[in-house]
């Protein structure tokens, strides 16, 4: 049915169809019948929580940052069956982001290409926004506790990707990033710092040693300063030279980071199916999808035989299929975050993913 209606959406710009699916399930999702029975198709049956950083998650699936942006959808992702959701990426002041258009498919590859450039409503609305969705969890959380004592009200988990405004010179960086990770303390589970994405120029400057430690050393102690001191995790992107991988292993492993998520999109556009003059009409931007997901694969592995697995990691990239989560949950991977397969694959991917993980662990 999905593969049907994907069809016809994608003879349309990626971008608006983006927020029209998900504005006509937010309006869906404001029936609470139709919430109840989308609800019923979609999230996994049975138990499949698990712990990971301290921290309880329905199942071990993930939505990746860049999809829910400004923490607009959570109530209609859960509906879905998400373990978490990642917002963001968020950066002290709104920004519009690069010229559309800025995001676009290549079906022949299941593949996306995306230059958006950390659009955002800034931190500020977007705390709003959680502390407010936050609040109302919680009493439908206590209302379903009430009337259901024996279902699973695990809440959803929110993590927040933070970066820095696109005119913040990289030797100030950690303002940015101190920022956003005091205005959404209080109302995320996690932190992602976000040094890996292409589409801010100088960006990746800061996977860097040195300007990395600067960053962590500032989140690390404003963490212990504030009561309910959050997770930090780093995501990388998958063209990091082994050299460069493992000086984020070992300041890693200096600083006590809690974890990666690896990867980020590639700028590689290698052994590509699609057409090479479409490919240069599209211009730059992070590849996404199953061109990536050897190469994240291999990441995850590299990193935790390095580290003897002491390392935690959540795994993403190119996985479409419970088999490509069980490959990066193999790797070294703990979670696993989708955000292409889940545009290609539809609403039923978590599901599909939690029912393949539990069969194949039994």
Same mark, same amino acid.
């Given at each position: 049915m999905y593969q049907l209606l994907r069809r016809f959406l994608f003879l349309f710009d990626a971008e608006k169809v983006h927020y029209f699916s998900m504005n006509a399930l937010r309006l +869906?999702?404001?029936?609470?019948?139709?919430?109840?029975?989308?609800?019923?198709?979609?999230?996994?049956?049975?138990?499949?929580?698990?712990?990971? +950083?301290?921290?309880?998650? &329905?199942? !071990?699936?993930?939505?990746?940052?860049?999809?829910?942006?400004?923490?607009?959808?959570? /109530?209609?992702?859960?509906?879905?069956?998400?373990?978490?959701?990642? $917002?963001?990426?968020v950066t002290p002041m709104p920004q519009d982001g690069n010229e559309k258009p800025r995001l676009f498919r290549l079906p022949k590859d299941k593949a996306l290409i995306n230059r958006m450039g950390f659009n955002n409503?800034?931190? *500020?609305? $977007?705390?709003?926004?959680?502390?407010?969705?936050?609040?109302?969890?919680?009493?439908? !959380?206590?209302?379903?506790?009430?009337?259901?004592?024996?279902?699973?009200? /695990? /809440?959803? $988990?929110?993590?927040?990707? $933070?970066?820095?405004?696109?005119?913040?010179?990289?030797?100030?960086?950690?303002? *940015?990033?101190?920022?956003?990770?005091?205005?959404?303390?209080?109302?995320?589970?996690?932190?992602?710092?976000?040094?890996? &994405?292409?589409? /801010?120029?100088?960006? !990746?400057?800061?996977q860097e040693k040195e300007s990395l430690r600067k960053i962590f050393l500032v989140l690390h102690q404003r963490n212990k300063e504030l009561q309910n001191p959050k997770p930090v995790l780093l995501k990388i992107a998958p063209d990091l030279s082994r050299e460069q991988v493992d000086d984020v292993i070992d300041l890693a492993i200096e600083i006590n980071l809690d974890g990666l998520i690896v990867s980020n999109t590639t700028i590689s556009r290698e052994q590509l199916k699609t057409n090479a003059a479409e490919i240069n009409s599209i211009g730059a931007g992070g590849l996404s999808g199953q061109p990536v997901k050897e190469k994240s694969t291999a990441l995850i592995a590299y990193i935790h035989q390095k580290t003897a697995g002491k390392l935690s990691i959540i795994g993403s990239g190119g996985i479409f299929t419970g088999a490509d989560a069980k490959e990066k949950i193999d790797a070294g991977a703990s979670l696993v975050q989708v955000w292409t397969g889940f545009i290609y694959e539809g609403p039923a991917i978590v599901k599909r993913i939690s029912t393949y993980l539990a069969q194949v662990n039994k």
């Open positions: +869906l999702c404001k029936w609470p019948l139709v919430k109840g029975i989308l609800g019923n198709m979609f999230r996994p049956a049975g138990d499949h929580r698990f712990r990971f +950083l301290n921290i309880n998650f &329905s199942n !071990r699936v993930g939505l990746g940052a860049g999809f829910d942006k400004n923490a607009r959808y959570l /109530t209609e992702l859960q509906t879905l069956g998400f373990g978490h959701v990642e $917002i963001g990426t409503d800034g931190m *500020d609305d $977007i705390a709003a926004r959680l502390k407010q969705w936050r609040l109302a969890s919680t009493v439908n !959380r206590r209302f379903a506790s009430a009337t259901s004592p024996h279902k699973n009200n /695990t /809440t959803l $988990i929110i993590g927040g990707n $933070i970066g820095k405004n696109k005119i913040t010179a990289n030797e100030d960086a950690w303002k *940015d990033y101190e920022a956003c990770f005091l205005a959404l303390h209080e109302w995320v589970d996690y932190f992602v710092v976000n040094v890996s &994405s292409p589409n /801010t120029p100088g960006l !990746r400057e800061l």
